[in-house]
């Protein structure tokens, strides 16, 4: 479906994607934006329509992924479906770099002088006012922007939110919450949704390289060799790896891994990955879990929930449990997020109809750039010459989303993708399937969509 707006850009509300053809086909209207695609009709006004449908916005937060579902009000349809990626972890990565670089820097040039900072170091009181760390609070304004973004040009009335969290206490001591808990209907739900969180949606075992997107609640030694349901027993595994260990626990499996022979380059790889784990797995626990996730989850409840108060005065907050109730009784889809999305809050027996023909629109958070005016080493050392402060070359900047013809040479052809600027004025362009092609200078570009920190495409979720 396609948002569409009146002449004083107004939301009126959706019309399908052959309707919004045929008026652009009669010059009864043009695109006003490319992603999320939006219409401009021309010769409507909204205020001569007797009644407008109103939506309802779904969103299941998340500290890596948040779906997002826009149903009418009116019909129980599904116009819409998003699915938003964070950049939390990029942004602790780039902080810490840059901490490392500061701190280095500092004892090189000016190790004799006092601390400069308030931060307790220097004997000094940190401050007391409460921060919001950089990478939680970006995650929490992407779902806030993009809320913001579509309330523009959809006219959406309520919101549903997921509100409720883990209990990391109970799930970090499984002592201390005795038989009852660890039996109750709750703690399978509570325990699959920890483990996705905890172990960020990667397979322990191969890391995701074996390209399987289930990921399954995996037993490390399995119930039939007499391992428990408890947490300390539970890990996360994709499908293709839990088949392959089978009924094996992990000291076996190793064993067997170890005899195989690989069949091509690529089972080899995958194999020696999830031998690199498993030995990593069996000294020390974990490859990548962490409570962090879980955690930054809970804030982010918070702080989102707060933020659609202020925005939609009154939001329908919903537990994880119903969402799991409603996907799997009456609306019978995947564990996707944005479907996950679309079960929050109390919904009708009969569930919706979709009109979205299965395509979702993936929003990925890119960042917008940095400040670093130069290049710095492995020792945190600047080494090359300054950057150049202009983000802006012939009017195109990182991050559009262009439509680009290359005349001649090895990429010649027309592509649609992300730009990444080069001051020389051959500019790269990240396609839409991940191919990376260089344009020539003599390419011609035409923007899509204007740069504004996310990346975005439609997909058809299988
Ligand atoms: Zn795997």
Known sequence: MVIALDKHKKPIGFVTEKRARQLMESHRACIYRTYPTVIIIMDRDVREFTNVPTYRIKIDPGSKYTGIAIVCNETNEVVMMLQLEHRGENIVELLQTRSAARKNRRNRETPYRRSKWANGSNGSRPSKERKMPPSIKSIGDNVIRIVEKLKRFIRITECSFESTRFDTQLMDNPDISGEEYQHGTLFGYELREYLMEYYRHTCQYCGGKSEDSVLEWEHIIPKSRGGSDSVRNATLSCCSCNRDKGALTPNEWLKQLKEKTPGCKKDGELTQTRITHL????????????????????????????????????????????????????????????????????????????????????????????????????????TDKWTDRRKRFNGLQTGDIVHVTIPSGKYEGTYTGRLMIRKSGSHDIRTLDGKLVTGTKKSIYKIMQHADGYNYKYEKAE
């Not at 879990?289 to 939609?312: C, M, Q, T, V």
């Not at 079960?343 to 890119?366: C, H, N, Q």
């Open 279 to 382: 030995e990593s797995i069996l000294s020390n626990g974990k490859v990548y879990g962490s409570n962090r996730y879980a955690a930054w989850s809970n804030i982010l409840r918070k702080y989102e929930e707060k933020a659609l108060f202020e925005i939609f005065g009154n939001v329908e907050c919903s537990t994880g449990g119903r969402t799991k109730y409603n996907r799997e009784m009456i609306l019978h889809t995947s564990k996707d997020h944005h479907y996950d999305a679309l079960a929050i809050g109390s919904i009708s027996e009969s569930g919706f109809t979709d009109r979205t023909k299965g395509y979702v629109l993936y929003i990925k958070a890119m960042g917008r750039g940095n400040r670093m005016r130069g290049h710095i080493n492995q020792c945190g050392i600047i």
